[in-house]
């Protein structure tokens, strides 16, 4: 009888001991679903930011565009608020 005591004292550590191994798979398997649902986060972000940056590009571009456009059209209108000025002065004199 001792001996069946001790058996069953032992298969009762056991016991508890794959309990706690079956718990930290469990642990193990939720951290890597974590982690991967993570990984995903981050490959979805750097898309957009990819996105983005292609955004920012064009639109870099098109202000670049605009920008030379401005600097011309304002020298033009400079150049026509001077001849203007200049030939009111000549009708003046």
């Known amino acids: 009888m001792a001996d069946l005591t001790s058996y069953e004292q032992r298969l009762d550590r056991i016991e508890q001991k794959l309990d706690k191994v079956s718990e930290a798979i469990t642990n193990i398997v939720r951290l890597e679903e974590k982690i991967v649902a993570g990984n995903d986060r981050v490959d979805r972000l750097e898309f ?18 605009n920008d030379l456009f401005v600097k011309n059209s304002e020298r033009f209108v400079w150049a026509l608020i001077t001849a203007g000025i200049s030939l009111a002065a000549y009708l003046v004199r």
Do not use: P, S, W, Y
């Open 48 to 65: 957009r930011m990819d996105q983005l940056e292609g955004e920012v590009d064009n639109i870099k571009t098109a202000v670049q565009k």
